[in-house]
C-alpha cells in the first residue's frame, strides 16, 4: 500500500515564480508529489477555505497507465 506523505507548503520564492498556479486565475496552497505508480484512494484536498492542495503525479511517459484503468 501507498501511503502518500503530507502536503507541503509552497515557499515564498515558489509563490514569486507562480510555482503554486493551477489555473489562468486560481493557485494552490501546497503540494504533494506521488511517485510513478502510485494510486491515491482518498486525496487531501484542504481542510480550510482558500486552502488547495494540488497533486502532482510523477508518470513513466513509455508506460502509461492512465488513472481511471486503477478504479
Same mark, same amino acid.
Given at each position: ?35 510513478? /505508480? ?7 484536498? /484542504? ?25
Amino acid at each position: 500500500n501507498y501511503y502518500p506523505p503530507p502536503a507541503r507548503l509552497f515557499t515564498e520564492e515558489e509563490w514569486q515564480h507562480s510555482k503554486n498556479k493551477t489555473t489562468c486565475q486560481s493557485y494552490a496552497s501546497a503540494l504533494i508529489e506521488h511517485p510513478i /505508480g502510485a494510486i491515491i484512494k482518498y486525496p487531501e484536498s /484542504g481542510s480550510q477555505p482558500k486552502y488547495s492542495v494540488t497533486h502532482h503525479f510523477h508518470i513513466n511517459p513509455k508506460n502509461f497507465i492512465h488513472p481511471k484503468e486503477n478504479i
